[in-house]
């Protein structure tokens, strides 16, 4: 693989690294936290890697890798803990939204 392939890949992950962190961001917007796009995709990047971490080591890590979850958002976004819960509750919902639009303009998920 060329050099020039190598950078187009690179450029590659973080677009979509970036446009998947949209949900996560507008909900933070929404509930009156501080963030930008890029701080949003990094926090995300770092929560995933903590929460596989701890479902590795721990027998309850899921309890406890949501708890972290949240506590990161938490202090990452200015959020009280239930602005954080609604945080992560409402990019799902947000990212529900973005796909049904996306399928009234005749795209879907495979196209995506």
């Given amino acids: 693989m060329g050099l020039m392939a190598t950078i187009w ?3 590659g992950f973080v ?3 970036l446009i998947s962190a949209i949900p996560l961001y507008l909900a933070v917007l929404f509930l009156g936290g501080k ?3 890029v701080k949003t995709a990094f926090i995300s990047f770092l929560a995933g890697l903590v929460v ?4 590795l080591v721990f027998s309850w890590g899921a309890l406890i890798a949501f708890i972290i979850l949240i ?3 938490r202090e990452s976004f200015k959020l009280k803990w ?3 819960f609604v945080a992560w509750v409402l990019q799902f919902v947000i990212l529900y939204a973005l796909i049904l639009i996306a399928a009234l303009f005749g795209f879907t998920l495979a196209m995506l």
């Avoid at 596989?52 to 479902?55: D, L, M, Q, R, Y």
């Fill in 9 to 11: 890949m690179m450029l």
């Fill in 15 to 17: 677009i979509v690294f």
């Fill in 35 to 37: 963030t930008t796009l």
């Fill in 52 to 55: 596989f971490a701890v479902k």
């Fill in 71 to 73: 506590w990161i958002y």
């Fill in 82 to 84: 239930w602005k954080a």
